[in-house]
């Protein structure tokens, strides 16, 4: 059973950056796609960022698009969201996600703030 642990969220001021990483456990990651999704307040869970199991492809939200980086490194089993011009809009809770034969895989969240 693959199992998914987030971690760098955190406070930080508008313009900063922040670099989420997901280290997987229970299974390798190399054939699966992933993603990272994000939950504000009020709103329902959205999809940041997606990067193929062969790392070649990759999709971000327009909303995200030049600001925020997906990556992933198969050997360390782990993927990560490097972040920056972060602006308050961007506050939410992140989620990492894991999906192979229609199967979906989700860390636990951590919460990102953007504010002075």
Same mark, same amino acid.
């Given at each position: %059973?693959? %199992?998914? &642990? =987030?971690?760098?969220?955190?406070?930080? +001021? @508008?313009? #900063?950056?922040?670099?989420?990483?997901?280290?997987?456990?229970?299974? !390798?990651?190399?054939? $699966?796609? /992933? #993603?990272?999704?994000? %939950?504000? @307040? #009020?709103?329902?869970? =959205?999809?940041?960022?997606? /990067?193929?199991?062969?790392?070649?492809?990759?999709?971000?939200?327009?909303?995200?698009?030049?600001?925020?980086?997906?990556?992933?490194?198969?050997?360390?089993? !782990?993927?990560?969201? %490097?972040?920056?011009?972060?602006?308050? =809009?961007?506050?939410? &809770?992140? $989620?990492?996600?894991?999906?192979?034969?229609?199967?979906? $895989?989700? #860390? +636990?969240?951590? +919460? &990102?703030? &953007?504010?002075?």
């Amino acid at each position: %059973q693959l %199992q998914l &642990v =987030e971690s760098g969220g955190g406070l930080v +001021q @508008p313009g #900063g950056s922040l670099t989420l990483s997901c280290a997987a456990s229970g299974s !390798t990651l190399d054939y $699966y796609g /992933i #993603g990272w999704f994000r %939950q504000a @307040p #009020g709103k329902e869970r =959205e999809g940041v960022s997606c /990067i193929s199991s062969s790392g070649s492809s990759t999709n971000y939200a327009d909303s995200v698009k030049g600001r925020f980086t997906i990556s992933r490194d198969n050997a360390k089993n !782990t993927f990560f969201l %490097q972040m920056n011009s972060l602006k308050s =809009e961007d506050t939410a &809770v992140y $989620y990492c996600n894991a999906l192979r034969f229609g199967v979906n $895989y989700w #860390g +636990q969240g951590t +919460q &990102v703030t &953007v504010s002075s």
